[in-house]
């Protein structure tokens, strides 16, 4: 067998790092339109071809330089046709450089194994070409398609972000080494030797980088979870504490009832009454009146409505609570505190209070149970990715209110839909009615 194993055409390699940009690059949001994103496609093939022909003949020590501006042209060929972050579009930009050095390496490799140093025929090499890097991209993409999230952002740390180099820069290293000098106790000898060595460490690569791609996913999903269920939490802590503090209101408001009527046993003059009466009516707000059938959901309405009052809000409800007999105390709580919290927020930015309206419906249609949360904005709402983009200082807390109903709702196999037409926010809730809880 015939040693001898020429080196990778560069226009191969350029190909190789265009194409593994491009399993990233298809399944993720584009930065810009169908248009502007074919022409950066083809402006990526075109400079990356050129950039490695033109840098082919320079000397050994100006090799490792070019190959960090290839990685880096790459990088920014992901982040300026995807509508990810700067850390995302790294991160992507290490794991493809090394699935380049892969796809390029075995082709020609296999080339080079059957026709042992006689390149074939062009069509011949063409066809091999397509061929293995067509099937290795298409189940990289198929793979890779599953663990990527659906927007797209994998809100890569720092941390994360370093790791990934490191891997990237070892394998690089590791699976070049004999490129740069036999003289080591893990470099080839002989051209093939190299070519497996290469072929061998690049697979190891792309299976540590697949494990920590899935990895950062996964925590992803959990910090977004926990963030989730703090929210929840938070809601039941304060339907406990708004039930007592509704109680003690409840029992302080019957004792002035008692104390206005023995007020009024007395011969009272007529400004006194009059007195009584409005003092009886500035009361009479702090009367739980919220009698649904359920009592958790009269506890949280009874609050809402009073911070309502208290700030100008008018604020109506009509909810046949025996619907909801079948839902979770918990749960119950996250769905209505989180969507009224919502709806109070941006009624306190409409500075007339005339306008500051929040409507609540409870309702049963058939076999599902149907909630309505309504409420009049004033302000431009803005959209990102089909979700509605966060106006809080807060960014860390970005969506979670809506998130969590989500969550909340989809233990239930429920729905969930918003619907913004003439100034008028509309936050429905769709739930299958269910006689037993679900299991948490």
């Known amino acids: 067998m015939n040693d001898f194993m020429p080196d990778i055409p560069r226009f191969y390699t350029a190909l190789a790092e265009w194409l593994a940009c491009m399993i990233f690059i298809l399944p993720l949001k584009k930065r810009m339109d169908k248009t502007r994103t074919l022409l950066m496609m083809t402006g990526a093939l075109a400079v990356q071809s050129i950039f490695l022909v033109a840098t082919g003949n320079l000397l050994i020590y100006f090799w490792i330089p070019c190959m960090v501006i ?24 290490m794991i493809a450089f090394v699935v380049a050095e892969f796809l390029a390496s075995i082709e020609w490799q296999v080339v080079c194994f059957f026709w042992k140093g006689k390149m074939p025929e062009i069509w011949i090499r063409a066809l091999l070409l397509i061929g293995i890097y067509g099937c290795i991209a298409c189940v990289l993409l198929k793979i890779l398609h599953t663990h990527l999230p659906k927007d797209g952002k994998m809100n890569i740390s720092p941390k994360e972000l370093f790791s990934a180099v490191l891997i990237g820069i070892a394998v690089f290293a590791v699976s070049n080494l004999s490129f740069l000098t036999s003289n080591t106790p893990f470099s080839g000898s002989y051209s093939f030797e190299i070519g497996n060595i290469r072929t061998l460490v690049d697979v190891g690569g792309i299976a540590i980088l697949y494990a920590h791609l899935i990895q950062c996913g996964e925590l992803r999903v959990k910090k977004e979870l926990e963030a989730v269920q703090n929210v ?6 304060q339907y406990k504490q708004s039930r007592e503090s509704i109680d003690l209101i409840n029992y302080k408001y019957h004792d002035l009832k ?3 009527a023995v007020l009024r046993s007395e011969e009272d ?5 009059e007195f009584l009466n409005r003092m009886e009516e500035e009361i009479r707000q702090y009367e739980a009146q919220n009698k649904t059938g359920n009592k958790v959901l009269d506890t949280v309405l009874t609050t809402k409505s009073l911070y309502c009052n208290k700030h100008g809000i008018t604020f109506t409800c009509v909810a046949d609570g025996t619907l ?9 709580c996250s769905i209505f505190g989180n969507a009224l919290d919502n709806a109070i927020e941006c009624e306190m930015k409409i500075p007339e209070k005339e306008k500051r309206l929040i409507h609540v419906t409870v309702s049963r249609q058939k076999s599902f149970l149907i909630l309505r949360f309504e ?4 302000e431009e709402l803005q959209y990102k990715e089909g979700s509605l983009v966060t106006t809080k200082k807060e960014k860390e807390y970005h969506g979670y209110g809506l998130k969590s109903i989500r969550y909340t ?6 729905a969930v839909s918003i619907d913004t037409k003439d ?3 509309n936050l429905k809730i769709l739930i299958p009615m269910k006689e037993s809880k679900p299991e948490n």
């Open 375 to 378: 409420n009049y904005y004033e």
């Open 232 to 237: 929840l939490q938070n809601q039941y802590v």
């Open 70 to 93: 290839a990685v880096i042209l790459m990088i920014g060929f992901i982040y300026g046709c995807c509508d990810v972050g700067r850390t995302d579009a790294v991160y992507f930009g």
């Open 324 to 332: 909801l007999e079948f839902m979770d105390v918990m749960d119950i």
């Open 269 to 273: 003059p007529k400004k006194r009454e």
């Open 258 to 260: 008692h104390q206005i």
């Open 409 to 414: 709702v989809n233990k239930y196999e429920g």
């Open 423 to 425: 100034n008028w926010f």
